[in-house]
């Protein structure tokens, strides 16, 4: 397979050649968790999601390593405006996050850093800037000289001299250049703080991510990824951070998806638009939100609506729909008929269309519409009045294949009561062994199957999403 993606970085199509034969390094830029994420962040999470799924149907072993930002204004001001700390509310809505992308159908990164248990790595790595002459010290504040990284611009395509104008300085600012970015921040009162060479401070947002993927991964990775908001000035910062201290590129490959609009408005607080995943996923399919995700190529813009929500979910219903009407027939099937070869023939010409749709810069919406073709044949073929057992699991196969690509299950996914009590048991076993690991597994197998957890004080109560 030759998988061909649009690399931010060159602004063309380029086919994947990852650092090390059959192995991938991923880092995707995760949220800043201080409330319950919104459809923007769901869209980064959903789509990267897939291509870690499909890089590994492709044969590939890949590290997947996003990130939590655990501390910055945001979360000090929701602190404040809600009297808690800081670390509460950080751990409340991480916890938040893993439900809602879990509903989503998202697995679990191979790591999730947090920027409160990596302060000992930025730190180093901020001073090594400092010695190399890339960053100073400012009455306890640190900045990167950013003029001093000659390659300064690369990603976003612009020039320094481009970003130097409309930048001031502010009166009383501590930068020797407009340009310069804060890596470290000194204290204000009565703010959470960690003790560094240069004070008591906390780290400036770009320098997370450089510490954590040198942390995880070393000098260079292959896949680099996230928001179309993050390619300036965040992903450039990165990239002018990591390079000067290692002198190497520091990732090969970015990926950028498009953004969100809201019935054609760009989404933002003062339009009154912000959507919460945890709103949406209680009233629809959380499967249906991640294929009307997926619907849309992800480096293009896409428009949510209620109305467009609902036409994905009665397009996810025809999926449904075909998918047990195939279990369903199955029962009745032969063991073989004449025109098996021509049936099977027709499902492998659809998986090999899936495979180039995925191959040509993860495009799933292509994918998809073969997803839909794959039902037009299915049922063409229940038409007919006999059926085989062979062509109906070929079919069923392929729904099962190219939907877990998509993160998408089709058919009946509900449990027996006793078989939920069973697994409820075995949750509240775990927990008092603290084996929280399983009891989180078993919370999320239940999730994905539309069951609502309910800890109380007279025990665990469950009901159906």
């Known amino acids: 397979m030759t998988i061909k993606l649009f690399n931010t970085l060159t602004r063309q199509k380029e086919t994947f050649k990852p650092l090390e034969e059959g192995k991938v390094k991923m880092y995707v830029c995760g949220p800043t968790v201080y409330n319950y994420i919104h459809i923007g962040n769901a869209r980064p999470a959903i789509v990267y999601d897939t291509v870690r799924k499909y890089l590994e149907y492709s044969g590939y072993d890949v590290n997947y390593v996003s990130n939590f930002t655990d501390v910055d204004d945001k979360l000090i001001k929701a602190a404040n405006e809600l009297g808690e700390e800081v670390p509460a509310i950080a751990e409340r809505f991480i916890e938040a996050y893993f439900e809602d992308v879990t509903a989503l159908g998202c697995d679990r990164a191979d790591a999730h850093p947090r920027v409160t248990e990596s302060m000992d790595i930025i730190i180093d790595f901020i001073e ?83 510490a954590m993927v040198h942390n995880h991964f070393g000098d260079t990775i292959d896949i680099h990824a996230g928001g179309q908001d993050l390619t300036f000035p965040h992903h450039e910062n990165e990239i002018a951070q990591s390079e000067a201290l290692t002198e190497k590129p520091f990732a090969n490959y970015w990926l950028h998806n498009g953004y969100i609009n809201i019935n054609n408005e760009k989404m933002s607080k003062s339009l009154g638009n912000f959507v919460l995943v945890h709103d949406i996923i209680k009233e629809h399919d959380p499967q249906v939100l991640r294929m009307f995700m997926l619907s849309v190529h992800y480096r293009h813009p896409i428009n949510y609506s209620v109305d467009l929500l609902e036409s994905t979910k009665n397009a996810f219903d025809r999926l449904q729909t075909s998918y047990t009407n195939l279990q369903h027939r199955s029962k009745s099937s032969s063991e073989l008929t004449d025109d ?42 229940l038409q007919e009045k006999n059926t085989s057992q062979e062509v109906i699991l070929a079919f069923t196969s392929a729904f099962d294949e190219l939907g877990a690509i998509l993160g998408l299950k089709f058919g009946s996914q509900d449990l027996l009561d006793a078989e939920i009590e ?44």
């Open 128 to 210: 090594a800037l400092v010695e190399k002459g890339f960053a100073y010290e400012a009455e306890g504040d640190v900045y990167y000289r950013t003029r001093a990284f000659k390659g300064y611009g690369k990603l976003s395509h612009q020039s320094v001299d481009e970003l130097r104008v409309g930048a001031r300085i502010e009166a009383g600012d501590k930068k020797q250049d407009a340009l310069d970015f804060a890596l470290w921040k000194a204290a204000k009162p009565g703010e959470i703080s960690w003790d560094s060479p240069w004070g008591k401070g906390r780290p400036g947002w770009h320098i997370e991510c450089s």
């Open 340 to 381: 098996n070869e021509k049936w099977l023939g027709i499902i492998s010409e659809q998986r090999n269309l899936f495979t180039e749709a995925m191959d040509d810069d993860f495009n799933t919406a292509n994918a998809i519409s073969v997803l839909f073709e794959l039902s037009r044949q299915a049922n063409y073929y």
């Open 422 to 465: 069973e697994l409820i048991e075995q949750r509240i076993q775990a927990r008092k062994d603290r084996n929280f690991k399983l009891s989180d597994e078993i919370r999320d197998k239940l999730k994905e199957m539309n069951i609502i957890l309910e800890d109380t004080p007279q025990g665990t109560r469950w009901k159906r999403g």
